[in-house]
């Protein structure tokens, strides 16, 4: 199984809509990242800074895939422009994947 990292900043002032927005996370989108075998996936924050994980029980390729294809993710990352700032990967159309230094099993 595949582990992926990711990392973005939100707004200054937008930390409390961000978590509002997930707390209230379309049905639709908790399907599509399923679909893409994503499981364990979690967000952390420090100040204004967030980091994602997720593990990937297609791969992180398929799960890239997966979401860069699918007309609801790009809907949820329009809608969430206006609180947090993320690049893009403009080859997978996911979250850029941070590498991987340390891991303890």
Same mark, same amino acid.
């Given at each position: 199984?595949?582990?992926? @990292? *990711? %990392?973005? +900043?939100?707004?200054?002032?937008?930390?409390?809509?961000? %978590? /509002?927005?997930?707390?209230? +996370? *379309?049905?639709?989108? /908790?399907?599509?990242?399923?679909?893409? =075998? +994503?499981? $364990?996936?979690? +967000?952390? $924050? &420090?100040?204004?800074?967030?980091? =994602?994980?997720?593990?990937?029980?297609? =791969? @992180? =390729?398929? @799960? @890239?895939? &997966? !979401?860069?294809?699918?007309?609801?993710?790009?809907? *949820? $990352?329009?809608?969430?422009?206006?609180?947090?700032?993320? &690049?893009?990967?403009?080859?997978?159309?996911? !979250?850029? %994947?941070?590498? !991987? &230094?340390?891991?303890?099993?």
């Amino acid at each position: 199984m595949d582990r992926y @990292a *990711w %990392k973005a +900043i939100v707004h200054e002032g937008k930390l409390q809509e961000y %978590k /509002k927005r997930h707390d209230e +996370i *379309w049905p639709e989108m /908790k399907s599509v990242l399923k679909a893409a =075998g +994503i499981r $364990n996936y979690t +967000i952390w $924050n &420090v100040g204004n800074e967030l980091f =994602g994980y997720y593990e990937c029980e297609k =791969g @992180a =390729g398929y @799960a @890239a895939e &997966v !979401q860069g294809k699918s007309p609801v993710v790009a809907k *949820w $990352n329009e809608y969430m422009k206006d609180v947090m700032i993320m &690049v893009m990967d403009p080859k997978t159309g996911a !979250q850029p %994947k941070l590498e !991987q &230094v340390f891991f303890l099993e």
